[in-house]
C-alpha cells in the first residue's frame, strides 16, 4: 500500500467528520510561534491548476516551472503522473515559496492543499462525490492556530479561501486520474501519458501542438474559441481535458472535420478491398 493510500485509510478509519455546517476553531498568522512549520518537510502534490497558477504567478514558462519545482514520483499503481512539489535542498526542507518573514510569497496562488489547511476533504469512494464527500480537520501538535479561538464553520473557511475554481478544475481532473477504463484495465501507451503530461501540465506545449501542427485541420474550432485558446490559460486547461476524453478514453468530445472522416473512410475502404 502506498503513501497516499495509507494516508487516505488512515483518515478514513480514525478522523471525526465534518459536515459544511461544522464548527471549527482556528486562526494563522505571522505572530504565532508556529509561523511556516506546516509549510517544510511536507508532500504537496500538484494539480495542473496549481501548477497553473504558481507558474503564472513566478512568471515562469511550464516547461521551466516544471523543471525547476517538481519530482514526479514512481508509482506502479499509478496509471498517470502526478508532480510533487519540490522542497528546498535544506536540512528543514522548506518550501521554496516560503519566506521566513514574509510567510507565502505566492499566498494568492498557493496549491489547494495549502489553501484548505487545516481542512482535508475525502470520500469512502475513489471519487468525491456529493453525497458522500465530507471534511476533516487535521490536528498536528506544532499548529498552535487550532488553539485560536477563532469560531468559523466549514462553509465559511472554504469560502475565505477561494477554493471554488480550485474545486471546479479538481472535479475535471478527477474524471481523467479516476476514469473507470483504469478499474477496468486500460494501459496508456508512453505517447498517450506525453498527451495528458502536455494537455494538462506543460501548457506551453499543448498551446503550440494546437496552433503549429495540423491540429486545427483536423477539428471544428471555431474562430472565437481559437482566439481564447491563444490567450486564456484557464480555457486551455478546460480545452485539454476535452481533448483527453478524445485521447485518451476514446470519446468525441471534439468535432472532427468532414473532409477528415472521408479521407479516413476512404483510406480504411481501400486498405479493406486490398485486403
Known amino acids: 500500500m502506498n503513501e497516499l493510500e495509507n494516508l487516505k485509510q488512515s483518515i478514513l478509519r480514525e478522523y471525526p467528520r465534518l459536515s459544511a455546517d461544522d464548527h471549527i476553531s482556528f486562526r494563522c498568522g505571522a505572530d504565532l510561534a508556529c509561523f511556516n ?37 514512481f508509482d506502479k499503481n499509478q496509471n498517470l503522473p502526478l508532480p510533487l512539489l519540490k522542497m528546498n535542498d535544506s536540512p528543514t526542507k522548506e518550501c521554496p515559496f516560503v519566506d521566513s518573514e514574509r510567510g507565502c510569497i505566492v499566498y494568492a496562488d498557493r496549491p489547494w492543499p495549502c489553501r484548505m489547511y487545516p481542512m482535508g476533504v475525502a470520500s469512502p469512494n475513489e471519487k468525491i462525490e456529493a453525497g458522500q464527500k465530507f471534511y476533516f480537520l487535521m490536528k498536528e501538535d506544532f499548529c498552535l492556530g487550532l488553539q485560536e479561538k477563532r469560531d468559523l464553520s466549514v462553509t465559511e473557511w472554504v469560502n475565505d479561501q477561494g477554493v471554488l475554481p480550485y474545486e471546479e478544475f479538481g472535479e475535471l481532473f478527477k474524471q481523467v486520474t479516476l476514469n473507470e477504463a483504469f478499474a477496468q484495465g486500460l494501459k496508456q501507451s508512453p505517447q ?10 506543460d501548457l506551453d506545449k499543448f498551446r503550440k501542438f494546437i496552433f503549429n501542427t495540423s491540429f486545427v485541420d483536423r477539428f471544428e474550432l471555431d474562430a472565437v474559441e481559437m482566439d481564447t485558446l491563444r490567450d486564456d ?24 472535420k468532414t473532409e477528415v472522416l472521408n479521407r479516413l473512410s476512404a483510406k480504411s475502404t481501400s486498405t479493406a478491398a486490398n485486403a
Open 37 to 73: 512549520h506546516c509549510c517544510a518537510d511536507v508532500n504537496i502534490f500538484l494539480t495542473p491548476y496549481d501548477v497553473l497558477r504558481l507558474r503564472r504567478a513566478q512568471g515562469l514558462g511550464s516547461a521551466s516551472f516544471l523543471s525547476r519545482h517538481t519530482l514526479i514520483p
Open 192 to 201: 498517450q501519458v506525453d498527451m495528458y503530461w502536455s494537455a494538462l501540465y
Open 233 to 256: 490559460d484557464e480555457a486551455l486547461l478546460r480545452f485539454g481535458f476535452r481533448w483527453l476524453d478524445m485521447a485518451l478514453f476514446k470519446k468525441l468530445s471534439l468535432k472532427v
